[in-house]
């Protein structure tokens, strides 16, 4: 199996930072992509950023210019630093890696914008 750990979720005020880790536990040279979903509540889920192991990325337009996803190839993580926090970010967001095998999912970490 392909486990993977999330990290970094909080309560944070409009304008704060925080910073996701999503380390996986596949090693090899199988994976594809790597992106963060999130789920607020009364909403669907959404992809917000992806990688692809060229290094191409996607980004959900209105977190564009305040999140970035990045990569750690030989620390076996994910990361995705946002910025510029609005109360509508409020969510649970979710790592998610697709590889040869299928597709991982973290376990969710909460993050909450609130004043």
């Known amino acids: 199996q392909v486990h993977l750990v999330e990290s970094g979720g909080g309560l944070v005020q409009p304008g704060g930072s925080l910073r996701l880790s999503c380390t996986h536990s596949?090693?090899?040279?199988?994976?594809?992509?790597m992106g963060w979903y999130r789920q607020a509540p009364e909403k669907q889920r959404e992809l917000v950023a992806s990688i692809r192991t060229d290094g191409d990325t996607y980004y959900l337009h209105w977190v564009r210019g305040r999140f970035t996803i990045s990569r750690d190839n030989a620390e076996n993580t994910v990361y995705l630093q946002m910025d510029s926090l609005k109360p509508e970010d409020t969510a649970v967001y979710y790592c998610?890696?697709?590889?040869?095998?299928?597709?991982?999912w973290g376990q969710g970490t909460q993050v909450t914008v609130s004043s």
């Open positions: 998610n890696i697709e590889g040869s095998w299928g597709v991982s």
């Open positions: 596949e090693t090899g040279s199988s994976i594809f992509s």
